[in-house]
């Protein structure tokens, strides 16, 4: 047989070396570590459009890489996480907070959580949250401190009274989740879709890497620069 062209061979040898990397790369992503870009303000102030968030795929399971089969589970999400997983409505990735886990039973009303019979507690919110907020947002909105069972974080609502600010109680079912965005009244979460199968959720979030400002010329927010989530 005649032998390979010697540049032919190095650039095969490359291309080989490269998919091995890449192969690598992706399916550490897709099995142990991740991010994911937020594009919408449905966990605001939390969380806000432009932040990359820091997915821990290994919080919960470990799944075979490029699928959502489980090898193996050693926990299960917990009330306040923030959590990435796919939509029941149309397999889009999603970043939301647990609010119920299997067996609770949930209500809100006008924007005030009730959780297994117990109204949530609230209080003021300290305005270091609203940085990253335009002042037309932070004048427009009630923002407030919520106790989920020991976990404090930000929420912010337009008012008593808006669409989905009431609702139930509901029996979260064995297997599955209620999902709330911090945003109330701006997030397509749980009271749009319904519960989240446990098999849909990616893992957890727990830092922002980064953030740049869409609505100034994407200057980085250098202040939002690996920043712990509440």
């Known amino acids: 047989m005649k032998p390979l ?104 009303h006008r924007n005030r959580l009730y959780l297994n019979g117990k109204p949530l507690v609230y209080g003021p919110l300290d305005k270091k949250f609203l940085k990253a907020l335009p002042p037309e947002a932070q004048n427009r909105f009630q923002f407030a401190i919520e106790n989920l069972h020991g976990t404090e974080h930000p929420v912010m609502a337009l008012g008593d009274n808006a669409p989905g600010s009431s609702f139930g109680p509901v029996k979260v079912p064995a297997g599955k989740y209620l999902m709330l965005g911090d945003n109330r009244d701006n997030s397509a979460d749980s009271r749009y879709f319904g519960f989240v199968e446990r098999d849909a959720i990616v893992g957890r979030a727990t830092a922002v890497i980064a953030s740049w400002n869409s609505d100034h010329f994407y200057l980085p927010r250098k202040d939002r620069f690996f920043l712990g989530l509440p």
Do not use: C, Q
């Open 5 to 108: 062209n010697p540049r032919l061979a190095l650039w095969l040898k490359l291309s080989r070396d490269i998919a091995i990397m890449a192969l690598l790369i992706f399916g550490a992503r897709s099995a142990i570590a991740d991010w994911n870009h937020v594009p919408t303000g449905s966990m605001k102030p939390t969380i806000v459009e432009g932040d990359l968030i820091f997915v821990d795929r290994l919080a919960y399971d470990l799944k075979v890489p490029f699928t959502t089969w489980h090898i193996a589970e050693w926990d299960d999400p917990e009330r306040g996480e923030i959590v990435v997983f796919f939509s029941p409505a149309n397999g889009d990735r999603l970043v939301k907070r647990v609010i119920g886990v299997p067996g609770d039973v949930v209500a809100m």
